[in-house]
């Protein structure tokens, strides 16, 4: 096995302690880190080796304050003013919906705050469609995926979200994408003001099958 | 930081020495390697939580012949009989897509003779479209990240693909899915008959830029 750096993290280590980070400090990020994350982010797979993933680091006050408004947006209609559409998440525990919607709230007051927040874009060869977005989407979020591993690695936080992204042209707009881009999810990213901790999960017996799903 | 497993390889180390492994050895895998992917693939995010990624593990060689019939009906519609089409993938570099076609090739002719072919599925409320499945690729293409990511830290080689799923309605058959089941992607599992190495990827330069595309 190679050599691994001294103070890197372990692959399990860091996957199974990834909880969804949303409260952030506003402490700046180092540059390096930021890139980091982005070269991560591009050793993940595309489909025919494409390598079409595109990364966009917003950091420019009122660039966020923007994005901000279209999150704040997306929020409201997803659950409501407040949090008060309490349908919105049905599957949770009740206990369990209220602490994640008090930290989705929390990021939409705060979210103009976060030092970095990072758009996954990708690039097509013509103008892109709703058909176009739906067939590429699994040549990005491996790379979301990646990005969240690497930002916990390093003690980021940091949580996926496409709230703030329902509104294509809108986005398109903020960020000066040509029309042949497309915005995929958007990472808010900073230091976390919470801990770290394992996430829970559904026990394996239950999403998993040998064969067939029904046999 | 928490103490990590001896054995567990580094993060970093993992997701740059991560290239798709499609030769791949028909020895069996045990059991317990198989479920810890699974497992490794369920941490991962999911939209609101709602985690509705299901796996199914085919080992039956009924079943991975006929799997084996669907993705050669999908490469021979995407780069032809025998990788004729040499427009298939215009842009990589000749050298690198005759590498690339020749295992893609390789995987279509041995499928039905690797060990374990993974189907990433997602399970909704209501029978599922395409407008679902395109909404919601972001829950369940992340946790594929984990598992191949899981499999290199585990010395087991494997690539995701969609080509054998373009039938739904075909797999779904094969597969017993409900209609409120959906496949996203297949990942065939093996230990690997080449080696392990770096990705080559373009430079964070070209794919990544601060505050908007165009500026």
């Not at 993290?9 to 980070?21: L, P, Q, S, T």
């Not at 008090?102 to 927040?117: C, F």
Request: charged share 20%; net charge neutral.
């Amino acid at each position: 096995m190679t050599q691994k750096a001294a103070q890197e993290m372990g692959i399990f280590e860091v996957m199974y302690n990834n909880r969804a980070m949303r409260r952030l400090d506003s402490r700046e990020i180092p540059e390096d880190m930021l890139v980091k994350l982005i070269e991560a982010a591009s050793q993940a797979p595309s489909g025919s080796n494409m390598q079409n993933g595109r990364w966009i680091i917003v950091r420019d006050p009122t660039i966020k304050q923007r994005l901000a408004e279209l999150n704040r947006a997306g929020v409201e209609a997803y659950i409501g003013p407040q949090g008060s559409n309490s349908g919105g998440l049905p599957h949770q525990s009740e206990d369990k919906r209220q602490r994640m919607l008090k930290a989705v709230m929390w990021q939409m007051e705060h979210l103009h705050e976060i030092p970095a927040i990072i758009i996954a874009c990708m690039e097509f060869e013509q103008k892109v469609d709703s058909a176009t977005m739906a067939r590429s989407a699994g040549s990005i979020w491996p790379g979301v995926q990646n990005l969240l591993l690497a930002a916990r690695a390093m003690g980021l936080g940091a949580a996926p979200t496409t709230l703030a992204l329902a509104r294509q042209s809108a986005v398109a707009e903020i960020l000066n994408l040509p029309e042949t881009m497309a915005a995929f999810c958007l990472i808010p990213v900073g230091y976390p003001l919470g801990n770290f901790g394992p996430v829970s999960r559904k026990p394996v017996a239950d999403i998993m099958r040998f064969d067939g799903w029904s046999n």
